[in-house]
Structure formats: C-alpha cells, structure tokens
C-alpha cells in the first residue's frame, strides 16, 4: 500500500536524521528573549480578550515532543524532576502513527483516516477546537519554533544560515484546518517563538496554547536526550515566570506517538503547573487517556460545546481527573492496566477523507454525542449535515482504480509520494 511504503520510508528518514546534532544548543539567552535563529520576527503583542475563568484551570499549555516510547522519556533526569513537581498520566496514549495525524486529531477530534505525513489541507467546513473557544470568547495562539511568517502554510522551511529544516507544516496542527489557516484574524495566532518572547514578557499570552519545538528540539531528528536538554533550558525557568505559571495554570508536555510501532502507542506525559494541588505533586494517575481527552478536558473546565467528534467518544476521551474530580464529571473505568484498551498504533486501516485506501468523505459531526462539557455540537455553518455516518457510502480504495485512464493518473500520484518521501531519506542522509 502506499501508505505502508510512505510510513516505512519515513522512518528510515528519522533514523537517519537522527546523528544530525548530538549536543543541544540555547537558541537564544532565554526563553523569553528574541533571538535571529527564530527567523519570524515579533509582530507585536497579542490582542486577547478579558479573561474567562474556568472551573479548574485558566491556562491550558500543551507542549508536544516527539516520537519516544514510554521508558526512554522516563528515564531522562529532567522528567524525574518535574514528575515531583506535577501529575504523571501513565496511562496516556497516542492515537494513531505517524506524526501528522496526531497533530490533526488533537485540534480537530478526528486524524480522518490519514496514516502519512503528506501536505493536508483539512476544508473550511470542518472545525477544530478553536471553534469551541471563540464561542466564549476564550483566547488561544500556537507558537511554533523556526516559522518564519505568523500564519505560515507552506510545509517547511529552510534555515537560510545553516541549510537545515527546522520548521515544518505536519506539527503545526491548527494551520492544516483551511477553518482556521484561511482567515486572516485566525492565522495571526498561529505566531512564532519572537512573538512568544513579546507575549510572555508583557504579560499577554492566551488561555489556551500549543508549543512546537522544532525538529531537534522535539527530539524528532535528535533523540530523547536532546529534547530533555531542550526542556531544561526552555520549561523550566519559564515554570518560575508568573506571566507563563500562574496559580491557574494547567501545562502539559506529551510526546505525539511513540518510536516503537508495534507496541501500544502508549507515551509519557505529565501535567503541571500553579494549578496543581500539593496533595497531587508526584502523584501518578493510571487512567486511560488519549490525545482527544485534552479537547474533552477543556471542554469540561469551560463548560464548552463539543465537536462531535472522538472528542464525544466515551471510551478515548476521558477527562483529566485532576479536572473531573472537581466538575463530578463521570469518566470510564478504564486504566493503563485494562485488559481491552482499543488499538491505537494501527496505521492506514482507519478509513476517512485522507485515507486513499479506504475512503470515505467528510462527514457532518455527530449531534447526538456529548462532550466533556454541555453545551451543543459546534456545526459549521456550509457542512452538509445530510453526509452522516449512518448514511455515508462504504470505504473506497481509490488507490486501485477501475479504469485505465484513472490508473495511469493514481499509479503516477502514488509514485510521485513514494518519490518524494525517498528524496527526503536521501537528504536527510547527506545532512
């Protein structure tokens, strides 16, 4: 499939990538400082509106990692530290493989049967969780290191001083959704680490926030030690600064999928910040989570809508205990340990609007569903709210096409993504 032969390229290119840096280096003085290294220049504070409360926390930071099984990131030293300091979610997964569909899935409550880290560009019709938060008028930006524009859509880009790729599309999620990319107010806060340096030193950073590393920092093209280097220099002075940690704070830091593919994609993931009780600090919480309980998360402490989505699937999107023991939120009683935990490192079998073997297409979100909050499913105002699930045709293959004419032109478009994922190998190997 092609699919499978994009994915086992893919991973040659990480392997080999891999000897690229062997030693972290500071990208600038500090975290909160500018630094020419991040290309994108600050285009001003952020504009956000006044602050909603929420029933636990009243920041949400995501920070994503990259590609590391469960053991190896907790055995680096700085993650022994910071468990002491926070929540251990040691039943945590991931929800598919490779990257880029992780990174949709954890936006917009649906990775849409992508099983490859191609340039995506997910229609206007389908909402993400920005949706959710602009109907309470709740703020929200990404910082994405090395981007070189605000709101930049092209699927990398080159660091003209040294010649190496540290920025790319596939781990920025909000700007793959054309909902949020293809308006202008919208794709002013998808920003870079000069903005972040600008916002964090005046004070005016969102309530809800993802953080990308790039590619050696995250550990992608680096490895798990590199990213914990990152972490030290960059998390941990920042855990200090009341305008990043407050007393409302909730920060995350997550890896999007583990390395080993056949294995559970289970991966290591803590939660801190002001927000967490003393009684709660170097704790371990075994309950069963995927990236879509961060949507249901936040649902539940804002009392948003949801997307009807997987973000009202009962069975992966469980709420943060650390928020549902205070909402009485009732969660599922699956844990790490549970004996049928659904798969989640299938790759290519899940079928959706991305997935050329089995296709289907875009489908309305499903109005009946409940999200971690109770408010109404978000419906965008051109879906096709007749194209459901219930009535949506069976999964097509039109990787195999019935004609000749169709064949000549899918037989090529496959080449073409083979070619392309091999040239990348090849690049990455002469680095």
């Keep these: 499939m092609i699919a499978s032969s994009a994915i086992a390229l893919a991973v040659l290119a990480r392997t080999a990538s891999a ?3 062997s ?8 975290p909160t400082s500018q630094s020419s290294f991040y290309t994108g220049i600050a285009n001003s504070t952020i504009t956000n509106s006044p602050n909603v409360p929420g029933q636990v926390f009243d920041r949400f930071i995501q920070i994503w990692l990259e590609n590391t099984d469960y053991a190896q990131a907790a055995s680096q030293g700085v993650f022994q530290t910071l468990a002491t300091q926070g929540i251990t979610l040691s039943g945590y997964y991931g929800v598919t493989h490779p990257s880029e569909p ?3 899935a954890v936006v917009g409550g649906d990775f849409w049967g992508l099983a490859s880290d191609v340039l995506e560009q997910v229609p206007t019709n389908m909402s993400t969780v920005v949706d959710l938060l602009d109907q309470k008028n709740i703020s929200w930006a990404t910082y994405q290191e090395n981007m070189p524009t605000d709101g930049y859509g092209g699927y990398n880009y080159t660091n003209q001083a040294d010649g190496y790729t540290y920025y790319v599309r596939k781990h920025n999620p909000l700007v793959i959704y054309d909902s949020v990319a293809n308006i202008s107010t919208r794709a002013a806060r998808i920003r870079n680490f000069n903005d972040f340096a600008v916002d964090v030193g005046n004070n005016s950073l969102s309530q809800w926030i993802f953080i990308t590393p790039n590619l050696r920092n995250d550990g992608h093209d680096t490895s798990v030690g590199y990213a914990a280097s990152w972490v030290s220099y ?14 409302k704070t909730l920060i995350m830091i997550t890896f999007d999928e583990n390395e080993t593919y056949t294995v559970g994609n289970n991966v290591y993931s803590l939660l801190l910040g002001g927000v967490i009780p003393q009684n709660m600090r170097n704790t371990t919480d075994p309950t069963f989570y995927t990236h879509y309980s961060t949507i249901s998360t936040v649902e539940n402490n804002w009392d948003l809508g949801n997307l009807g989505r997987q973000d009202t699937n009962k069975t992966v999107a469980n709420v943060f205990n650390l928020v549902a023991s205070v909402t009485s939120y009732k969660n599922n009683n699956l844990t790490a340990s549970s004996p049928s935990l659904p798969q989640l490192n299938i790759t290519g079998t899940i079928p959706g609007p991305l997935n050329p073997d089995y296709y289907v297409p875009y489908l309305a979100p499903n109005t009946a569903g409940t999200g971690g909050g109770s408010g109404k499913t978000f419906v965008a105002p051109n879906v096709n709210t007749s194209l459901t699930s219930a009535n949506a045709p069976a999964p097509v293959n039109i990787s195999a ?12 478009n496959a080449r073409s993504m083979i070619v392309a994922v091999a040239v990348a190998v090849v690049a990455a190997m002469s680095l």
């Design 401 to 412: 096409p019935t004609t000749t004419s169709s064949a000549a032109g899918l037989t090529s």
């Design 23 to 30: 030693s972290f280096t500071a990208p600038a003085p500090a």
């Design 234 to 247: 960059w998390l941990l002075p920042l855990l200090n600064d009341p305008n990043f940690n407050t007393a």
């Design 102 to 104: 992780n990174y949709l």
């Design 19 to 21: 000897a690229v840096a």
